[in-house]
């Protein structure tokens, strides 16, 4: 009965901004650690930032000082803030909940495109 459905990808052109989405149901959120992963074609699936249900930040090297994921918990919503865009970003998104990738539940994904 778990369900996380991300919303906020697109296109957009490098060096451009977009934020993503994660609305939750079916857990105890305050209580979730969350996280964001994504996937490119050809590539393995990377953990690209995740709080934990405290708050603590954690992110992949090569998106520091770029992306910024942050929490609602009276939203039920975990963002991430995607700046300065990178053709290297571009993937599908997805939303994590719990505090292994193993263990926890994943959103249907969403598609990041950046291209000029």
């Known amino acids: 009965q778990v369900q996380l459905v991300e919303s906020g990808g697109g296109l957009v052109q490098p060096g451009g901004s977009l934020r993503l989405s994660c609305v939750a149901s079916?857990?105890?959120?305050?209580?979730?650690?969350m996280g964001w992963f994504r996937q490119a074609p050809g590539k393995q699936r990377e953990l690209v930032a995740a709080?934990?249900?405290?708050?603590?930040?954690n992110y992949a090297d090569s998106v520091k000082g770029r992306f910024i994921i942050s929490r609602d918990n009276a939203k039920n919503t975990v963002y991430l803030q995607m700046n300065s865009l990178k053709s290297e970003d571009a993937a599908v998104y997805y939303c994590?909940?719990?505090?292994?990738?193993?263990?926890?539940?994943w959103g249907q994904g969403t598609q990041v495109t950046v291209s000029s």
């Open positions: 709080i934990t249900s405290g708050g603590r930040t």
């Open positions: 994590h909940a719990g505090s292994r990738a193993n263990s926890g539940s």
């Open positions: 079916g857990i105890i959120f305050s209580f979730s650690d």
